[in-house]
């Protein structure tokens, strides 16, 4: 090859590829000769004289046949299949695909790898609703069952009151809740007021961060439990450090330590369907000049494993009439949620002596969807007016239960998304619910589909 005019003054290489190229083209020739005449190469040895034989061996003929025959049966004469390029690929790939998912299935065990299906698209995260209806409608319809929740905040801003509202209402639908009291600062008497049944609620005060962590696993993998909570993670001490004296430096061992519990949690919570909130303190980054100094305990691990976190702030200070504080306004922000669009706000009121205000935050999520007017400082619902100013509106709310109820079924099935009649015809069904008696239905009716489950006739 070399010395052919075709590489005279060719580079090496490219003499390289020649030779190559042209060696892989006579064993393609060779081997596709000996395919027509029907022998396959086995071995080859040294003849006594020093001459290089080759011996064949013929194939079998009857299978040949049988296959000439089989490709006849499908519609052509000449032995081969009708399938296309495009379908013989597909078909030799979905071969290979399920030969994997069996192996895997054999050696790892089943439901490890699933198919979704066509409904996948429309599948929906199982929500807890929190029973404030403006936070559940930054939520995107209340919190997520089988993720990590983180709740953070500054001091007194409703954290503790946030976890138990969302404990009392998993009870009320049957659930089993668990408290992780690493602060010991549990009080059983506010708690109750806020509408956790105290009898049914199993509390865990653990003296190291490594045995409340362990405990949290186990009853995650239960399967039992329905929402576990833990208050704090900043007060989760490692055992490293109970043992040590006081003033010595642990260097990233709290942070460590969240790491590895969070690999744990993460599969077995979502396997188990059980949520997982976890409540954070605040600190402060030191020399931070630009920028926001605040930073949560516990390292970064929390933040990429939590599916929801909520910030939590106090606003301003509610005041009766004779001065005296009775509450606060805390906003909320959705600072990351993979289940809904995030980055969203909701206001409400938290009472010292009852809990979050929930009649006061329906009153306000019903103001946002537009079912209740407001113009200047009265409220109206039509052509009822409901009272002037907030306060006596909520006021008249709780004194007409059926028209709170009303209401709430409302917001409700607007915050669950699952219903085509608008915030305006909602409203008019409200205000005339026996206006035309063809196919109009009361707002009591609706159910959780978004249809009626009792349309008048």
């Known amino acids: 090859v070399p010395s052919s005019p075709r590489y005279r003054g060719a580079h090496p290489a490219r003499m390289v590829r020649g030779l190559r190229g042209?060696?892989?083209?006579?064993?393609?020739?060779?081997?596709?000769?000996?395919?027509?005449r029907g022998v396959t190469r086995t071995h080859a040895r040294q003849s006594p004289g020093g001459a290089?034989?080759?011996?064949?061996?013929?194939?079998?003929?009857?299978?040949?046949?049988?296959?000439?025959?089989?490709?006849?049966?499908?519609?052509?004469?000449?032995?081969?299949?009708?399938?296309?390029?495009?379908?013989?690929?597909?078909?030799?790939?979905?071969?290979?695909?399920?030969?994997?998912?069996?192996?895997?299935?054999k050696q790892y065990g089943s439901g490890v790898v699933s198919v979704l299906g066509d409904s996948a698209s429309q599948?929906?995260?199982?929500?807890?609703?929190?029973?404030?209806?403006?936070?559940?409608?930054?939520?995107?319809?209340?919190?997520?069952?089988?993720?990590?929740?983180?709740?953070?905040?500054?001091?007194?801003?409703?954290?503790?009151?946030?976890?138990?509202?969302?404990?009392?209402?998993?009870?009320?639908?049957?659930?089993?809740?668990?408290?992780?009291d690493a602060e010991h600062a549990f009080d059983p008497v506010y708690s109750g007021k806020v509408g956790v049944d105290i009898e049914k609620l199993m509390i865990v005060q653990a003296e190291a961060a490594e045995e409340a962590l362990e405990v949290v696993d186990r009853f995650v993998r239960s399967s039992a439990v329905d929402i576990?909570?833990?208050?704090?993670?900043?007060?989760?001490?490692?055992?490293a450090e109970i043992e040590g004296e006081m003033g010595h430096m642990q260097v990233g061992l709290q942070a460590r330590l969240m790491s590895?519990?969070?690999?744990?949690?993460?599969?077995?919570?979502?396997?188990?369907?059980?949520?997982?909130?976890?409540?954070?303190?605040?600190?402060?980054?030191?020399?931070?000049i630009f920028g926001n100094p605040e930073i949560t305990s516990g390292g970064n691990a929390l933040k990429f494993y939590?599916?929801?976190?909520?910030?939590?702030?106090?606003?301003?200070?509610?005041?009766?009439?004779?001065?005296?504080?009775?509450?606060?306004?805390?906003?909320?922000?959705?600072?990351?949620?993979?289940?809904?669009?995030?980055y969203k706000t909701a206001e409400f009121d938290i009472m010292f002596d009852a809990g979050i205000a929930k009649e006061a935050s329906l009153l306000d999520a019903a103001e946002q969807l537009g079912i209740v007017d407001k113009k200047g400082s009265w409220y109206s619902l039509g052509d009822t007016n409901i009272g002037q100013g907030r306060d006596r509106a909520v006021q008249y709310l709780m004194e007409n239960p059926e028209m709170l109820k009303q209401i709430e079924g409302i917001v409700k099935d607007h915050?669950?998304?699952?219903?085509?009649?608008?915030?305006?015809?909602?409203?008019?069904?409200?205000?005339?619910?026996?206006?035309?008696e063809e196919t109009f239905f009361s707002p009591s009716d609706i159910n959780m589909n978004g249809h009626s489950s009792s349309p008048k006739p």
């Open 123 to 180: 599948a929906k995260v199982e929500m807890t609703p929190t029973g404030v209806c403006t936070l559940d409608m930054a939520l995107g319809g209340g919190i997520p069952k089988g993720r990590v929740i983180e709740v953070y905040g500054p001091e007194s801003s409703g954290k503790t009151t946030l976890a138990m509202q969302a404990i009392a209402e998993v009870q009320k639908r049957g659930g089993t809740a668990v408290l992780v």
């Open 22 to 36: 042209s060696l892989e083209r006579a064993a393609a020739v060779r081997g596709a000769d000996a395919a027509s």
């Open 228 to 239: 576990i909570c833990i208050d704090s993670v900043a007060a989760l001490v490692p055992k």
């Open 260 to 288: 590895q519990a969070l690999r744990r949690l993460n599969a077995n919570a979502a396997k188990c369907n059980c949520t997982v909130i976890f409540l954070n303190q605040l600190r402060q980054k030191v020399g931070v």
């Open 52 to 105: 290089r034989t080759i011996s064949h061996r013929r194939t079998r003929w009857p299978a040949r046949a049988a296959k000439a025959q089989q490709g006849n049966q499908n519609g052509n004469g000449n032995g081969k299949s009708k399938l296309g390029k495009d379908e013989a690929a597909w078909m030799a790939r979905k071969q290979a695909l399920d030969a994997v998912l069996k192996d895997i299935e």
């Open 306 to 342: 939590s599916s929801v976190r909520i910030d939590i702030r106090r606003r301003e200070t509610i005041r009766d009439s004779n001065s005296s504080e009775k509450g606060i306004r805390v906003r909320v922000k959705v600072t990351k949620n993979k289940v809904a669009p995030p």
């Open 415 to 436: 915050i669950s998304s699952r219903t085509d009649v608008s915030a305006e015809e909602l409203k008019e069904i409200l205000q005339n619910p026996n206006e035309d």
